[in-house]
């Protein structure tokens, strides 16, 4: 969707703290996602036991030359894979990428933050009002301020994230947290705002409603399928962050209470969610 992107860029709220968190972090993205292709594609050296055929029989022993030598074609084209590896990973931390120069294009003027802006801030995360969590350094709080501070210019506003700060979702639908839906409100009264959780929704909501945007759009059948890859990595790839980090976790409770409490989980998810977590005894009986 990266085209599509660029036909939008004067659309999209460029600030210089995404721009700095894109760059700092799309090495590490890249090589955890490239990590995931090559573990795919690899083969465990596995062979049959021979002696459970007979002495006249041949088929396991035959099964297992075979397989060798697949093996080592699979090795071979490992080891070539690898190389492409580290080449793209050169140039993706010099930024000579095509997904860097797209992105380069996209953030061609950002907008970096006043004092007041920073001030403000400051006061957000003391306060304990999202978006941004407790141990991170000041980053969505910043983003928030500089985009309310130009937010009474306009009639509409697409939020894409996956990020509980800014929303929850439930049943393929997204809300706004409170606190932020407020925020917009007190700068702009008639502000419309579409929630999404995933790019690829909001591309697709986009297309229908304003189509005059839109360009180099992929296909329906390929959008769908970007959906579907963006909702399993949501579904497969957070939980595995939340195992590693106790603040996440701790956070992600909280959120999971907060939906329980307002009726925006069901009760089955709920628990999943929960198991997820390593949380058993806060489980309904």
């Known amino acids: 969707m990266l085209k599509t992107l660029l036909s939008l860029k004067d659309c999209i709220f460029t600030p210089y703290q995404i721009k700095y968190e894109i760059d700092r972090n799309k090495v590490e993205i890249f090589k ?43 090795k071979e084209s490992n080891k070539k894979l ?6 793209k990973l050169q140039n993706i931390a010099k930024s000579e990428d095509e997904v860097s120069k797209t992105i380069a294009k996209i953030f061609h ?62 049943e393929d639908k997204s809300y706004l947290n409170p606190i932020l839906f407020e925020d917009l409100k007190e700068r702009a009264h008639k502000l419309k705002v579409f929630c999404f959780q995933t790019l690829s929704d909001a591309i697709i909501f986009l297309s229908k409603n304003s189509p005059e945007l839109i360009k180099d759009l992929p296909t329906n059948r390929e959008l769908k399928n ?5 909702a399993e990595l949501i579904e497969t790839e957070y939980p595995k962050v939340l195992e590693k980090t106790p603040d996440i976790r701790f956070d992600e409770l909280q959120r999971l209470e907060y939906m329980k409490r307002h009726d925006l989980i069901r009760t089955d998810e709920y628990q999943s969610r929960l198991m997820k977590l390593g949380v058993f005894n806060n489980i309904p009986k």
């Open 82 to 87: 690898i190389d492409i590896f580290k080449k």
């Open 109 to 170: 003027s950002p907008e970096d933050y006043s004092n007041a802006e920073f001030l403000s801030a400051k006061i957000r995360k003391e306060r304990g009002n999202p978006p941004g969590k407790t141990n991170d350094p000041l980053g969505d709080e910043l983003i928030w301020e500089q985009l309310l501070t130009i937010i009474g210019g306009y009639e509409e506003l697409y939020i894409i994230s996956n990020d509980y700060d800014y929303l929850i979702t439930y």
């Open 226 to 230: 970007i959906s579907k890859i963006e």
């Open 32 to 74: 955890h996602s490239f990590e995931s292709y090559v573990k795919a594609v690899s083969f465990n050296d596995i062979t049959l036991p021979e002696h459970l055929e007979s002495s006249s029989e041949s088929l396991i022993s035959n099964w297992n030359i075979d397989r060798k030598e697949i093996i080592k074609l699979v």
